[in-house]
């Protein structure tokens, strides 16, 4: 056997060889999430130290060095509990942590919900800026003795956004490519569609023993299973596209697209539906007009080609 799981609900966890998989509240849904902590002889890090280790906060596990996989208020939400070692972003996303304007530069919002979602950023999420964060880049190694953690850019979800291939346990985490039902999320101003779905071909292609991330499904421990969950998390994008054509047979704007809901359901309770679905669903328009596929039959109208 060469791993052990704790059954102690509210701190649950698991342990990897190296790796120990602290979950969130809940199976790590969101507010909360997984983080790992890699174990070395020489140095210990975490990746992505969410709400669930400010629940474990008199707990806590040796870190030389805080690793995100990239900059959401859920994934950053833990960091402060480790304010006096170096923590580590991937170059695109490592403005985010640097300072709160930056921050609220990844998600694009207006301003007025600006304004609420950066309270709930501090006041929920503690984010604390840190300017002299470090960068690392894709194919960086993190050695630390007996464990090394890769550094596997996948942007998409946000333009820094990685994985990290940690051996010798050949765990691959996937950070935000969370293999939920609910499917890729590209609803951020740095958000990316066509980047994701080559994201989701990449990570295809990557074999491991054990997959892991950030949200709802935890590990998965066999390679049958991953390539079904990421082709059906995959398979939701083709779906929101099919669903828009469909609704495109009479011209549309896209506030009434927002307003008919694609990427969330109609009547769930999301506080920022409106801007997500206009960035996430405009991408899909952008592509379909550029394909011919969709005519923007007036200015800001657009119409399906039969
Ligand atoms: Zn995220």
């Not at 969410?50 to 900059?71: I, T």
């Not at 580590?88 to 490592?94: I, M």
């Not at 469909?246 to 011209?251: D, F, G, H, T, V």
Request: charged share 30%.
């Amino acid at each position: 056997m060469n791993s052990t799981s704790s059954t102690e609900s509210r701190f649950e966890q698991r342990k990897i060889d190296a790796v120990t998989v602290y979950f969130g509240a809940r199976g790590g849904k969101y507010p909360d999430g997984n983080s790992l902590w890699v174990e070395g002889r020489e140095e210990s890090l975490i990746i992505d130290p969410a709400l669930g280790m400010v629940a474990r906060k008199d707990r806590l596990p040796h870190v030389d060095r805080v690793l995100n996989s990239h900059c959401h208020e859920d994934h950053i939400a833990g960091n402060h509990l480790f304010s006096n070692v170096p923590w580590h972003l991937h170059e695109a996303d490592l403005p985010g942590i640097q300072s709160i304007e930056n921050m609220m530069a990844i998600y694009g919002f207006e301003a007025g919900v600006r304004e609420a979602f950066e309270k709930v950023v501090v006041d929920r999420f503690h984010y604390v800026p840190k300017p002299d964060a470090l960068s690392f880049r894709d194919g960086d190694v993190f050695e630390l003795g007996g464990a090394r953690v890769r550094v596997i850019h996948s942007p998409g979800h946000t333009r820094g956004h990685s994985f990290f291939f940690i051996e010798p346990d050949e765990v691959l985490y996937l950070g935000d490519v969370d293999l939920s039902s609910f499917g890729p999320y590209y609803g951020d101003a740095w958000s990316d569609l066509e980047d994701f779905e080559r994201t989701l071909e990449l990570a295809r292609e990557i074999p491991a023993r054990h997959y892991a991330t950030f949200h709802h499904i935890g590990v998965i421990d066999d390679r049958g299973t991953f390539i079904e969950r990421i082709d059906r998390f995959a398979a939701v994008i083709r779906s929101r596209e099919g669903r828009l054509l469909e609704y495109l047979s009479q011209p549309r704007s896209l506030a009434e697209i927002a307003e008919h809901r694609f990427v969330y359901r109609q009547g769930d309770d999301i506080a920022y539906a409106d801007p997500v679905e206009i960035r996430s669903m405009g991408q899909h328009i952008e592509r379909l007009v550029g394909s011919g596929r969709v005519d923007e039959v007036e200015p800001g109208r657009y119409r399906a080609v039969a």
